[in-house]
């Protein structure tokens, strides 16, 4: 297979660079891949949907167009050979032979080097970390070999405000010049040096934080930052970067997020791409009453799905895409989060950790009981929906269980209310109920549908229980011999 694929590369990415021009009618070459035999799931949904939409003109299709119109040469080849062909194709082939040898290694590695940052965002779910204390540009450089190696070709960059280490993250950006980094910024420090430099490299994907227009988001950043924002987006629209944004939504601006004209506004301005994050309650004293409500969620949900059919915007809801994710990533099984103090957390949501990065590296901290406690217990909930993926907020047992049983310390101070405090305990508890309501008719729907990616009947959906069922024969096998001492 290793030949094939080589033989491969060049000629498929020589036909998508020859396809994505920014006319949709050269998007028709594409079609022919949807035959081809990519062992990825991601990618056989993909192009079936990819060929599906040229030919209806919507979608993916409006979306690829658009790629060849926005963003520069040398970013489109970045995108094809790092995440397309490196990411989905060859790396693939590397995760699934660990995964054959009972192994697992993210697909995605998020880190948050620096907790420091120059604005106080309201309800920011960073803010309780310390903010002494930064991943050196020797451990950043040590994690992003080990991705290389081991089939993982996308790393995020958080914080706290990545760009305060813009210099150190810009060396890496270049040395590490076949993989693809998405960094989450508030904008304000995108000055003209840095988008040129972005411009040149190709393999940056700023996603800048939003929570409206111009009122919505000086309300909680600040004012005068939107402002700052929409510069940021001239310089990268002008360099042909390619650039999205990242949405909170909470309960209060709902309706402004999810009309068309929200979504037609960010993509003027030269936006690829819109990542809707659900607020969460995590931290001391958590504003319980800005989490969108179930009825808020499915909603969302819905609108962000006829969104982007409509407008040539990558649109993904982390909440609500559960089914297009595969379930939740957490605990390695997709990406795991590494914060300025080296620990090791499932999610940047789940703020614990057992491991640090100075003392272990990824496949280690990726493979620890903690982590493999999280893993058995997916797709987390019997009816294995995918439409409640989390495992904080929708199935908060499996989050309790495995910091309860591995003692995981917290990652800083009220990090435990999430699962420890009654109030909040209380209140998760019966969130996940009201939406288990309301989103098991849903998939029930979905999965009694032949010519749906999760039939129930298909191997893709049985295979959501393959880790709980490995678990449970170990457990039998655990027992068996115990009985017999």
């Not at 397309?84 to 660990?98: D, P, S, T």
């Not at 795991?336 to 491991?355: K, Q, Y």
């Not at 901290?365 to 019997?382: G, L, Q, V, W």
């Not at 010519?451 to 893709?460: A, C, I, M, S, V």
Request: contains cysteine.
């Amino acid at each position: 297979m290793k030949l094939t694929l080589k033989l491969l590369k060049p000629f498929v990415i020589r036909i998508l660079m020859n396809s994505i021009t920014g006319n949709i009618q050269d998007l028709r070459k594409l079609t022919r891949f949807k035959n081809l035999p990519f062992k990825n799931p991601g990618m056989k949904a993909l192009m079936k949907s990819l060929s599906r939409d040229i030919e209806e003109e919507a979608g993916f299709g409006l979306l690829f167009a658009r790629l060849g119109q926005v963003t520069s040469p040398t970013v489109r080849r970045k995108i094809i050979e790092n995440l397309i062909w490196g990411q989905g194709v060859g790396g693939h082939e590397k995760r699934i032979a660990l995964e054959n040898q009972g192994m697992f290694f993210p697909h995605l590695i998020v880190m948050s080097p620096t907790m420091r940052c120059n604005l106080k965002c309201t309800g920011c779910y960073s803010g309780l970390y310390t903010k002494e204390g930064e991943l050196s540009e020797e451990i950043m450089d040590r994690v992003l070999s080990e991705q290389r190696e081991n089939g993982s070709r996308i790393s995020v960059i958080s914080g706290g405000e990545p760009s305060l280490l813009k210099d150190v993250l810009l060396r890496l950006f270049e040395k590490h010049n076949d993989m693809i980094f998405l960094t989450y910024t508030n904008g304000t420090l995108l000055d003209d040096e840095t988008v040129k430099k972005l411009g040149r490299l190709g393999n940056v994907a700023p996603a800048i934080s939003v929570e409206g227009y111009e009122e919505e988001t000086d309300t909680r950043r600040g004012k005068g930052v939107h402002r700052k924002i929409l510069e940021a987006m001239a310089r990268l629209k002008r360099e042909g970067v390619m650039f999205g944004i990242s949405v909170t939504y909470t309960s209060q601006n709902i309706d402004t997020i999810t009309t068309d004209e929200f979504v037609q506004y960010y993509i003027d301005q030269g936006a690829f791409f819109a990542w809707y994050f659900m607020f969460m309650p995590v931290g001391k004293d958590p504003i319980l009453e800005l989490v969108p409500s179930p009825e808020q969620r499915v909603y969302v949900g819905q609108r962000v799905s006829e969104l982007r059919r409509k407008h040539p915007l990558f649109m993904a809801d982390f909440w609500n895409d559960g089914p297009a994710a595969g379930g939740c990533l957490a605990g390695a099984r997709r990406y795991l989060h590494i914060v300025n103090s080296g620990r090791i957390e499932p999610c940047v949501f789940a703020h614990f950790g057992v491991d640090n990065i100075r003392d272990k590296n990824v496949l280690e901290a990726a493979n620890s009981p903690f982590f493999k406690a999280i893993r058995e217990k997916f797709p987390y909930n019997d009816e294995g929906n995918l439409r409640r993926p989390c495992m904080i907020i929708d199935n908060p047992e499996v989050l309790r269980e495995a910091v309860d049983t591995y003692m995981v310390p917290e990652g800083h101070k009220h990090s435990e209310d999430i699962i420890h405090d009654p109030k909040v305990v209380r209140w998760v508890d019966e969130y996940a109920a009201a939406f288990r309501a309301l989103a098991d008719p849903l998939w029930e729907k979905d999965i009694n549908d032949p010519d749906y990616r999760w039939y129930k009947e298909g191997e893709e959906y049985k295979g959501l229980f393959k880790y709980r069922k490995k678990a449970a024969k170990k457990k039998r096998g655990r027992a068996a011999v115990q009985n017999r001492t």
